[in-house]
């Protein structure tokens, strides 16, 4: 049976750590803001987008595609933490949640893409 992705616990998890980003960077000065802030923001958005717009195509190589790119956002957004923290923007406690659980969320989107994937091998 077909369940949204929007209703995994994987995406409410994504959307909860997007949202924490937000409120983090929001308290940043304004050059941390226009460097580094904007970059965190756009690509710790961008996991959760484009999962949904995974979930939103037909065919399965377009799907995989927009699961590989919402990877990708999520390696992007571990090294603006890695950034900030090294800069002393962040805390080190704030790093280690911020990575935990992007790093929680990168093993289920792996599975994610590996159960479409093996969908997409099954057809051919």
Do not use: P
Request: with cysteine.
């Amino acid at each position: 049976m077909y369940q949204s992705l929007e209703d995994l616990d994987v995406f409410k998890q994504i959307e909860n750590i997007e949202d924490a980003i937000w409120k983090e960077v929001i308290c940043w000065n304004a050059l941390s803001i226009d460097t580094m802030g904007k970059q965190l923001i756009i690509s710790s958005d961008s996991i959760g987008a484009n999962m949904v717009e995974s979930d939103g195509r037909y065919h399965y190589k377009d799907i995989l595609n927009f699961l590989y790119i919402a990877r990708g956002s999520l390696k992007e957004s571990r090294f603006w933490l890695r950034r900030a923290v090294k800069r002393k923007i962040i805390t080190e406690e704030r790093y280690k949640y911020f990575t935990d659980e992007l790093t929680s969320v990168l093993k289920q989107l792996n599975s994610l893409i590996t159960t479409r994937r093996n969908r997409l091998t099954a057809k051919e």
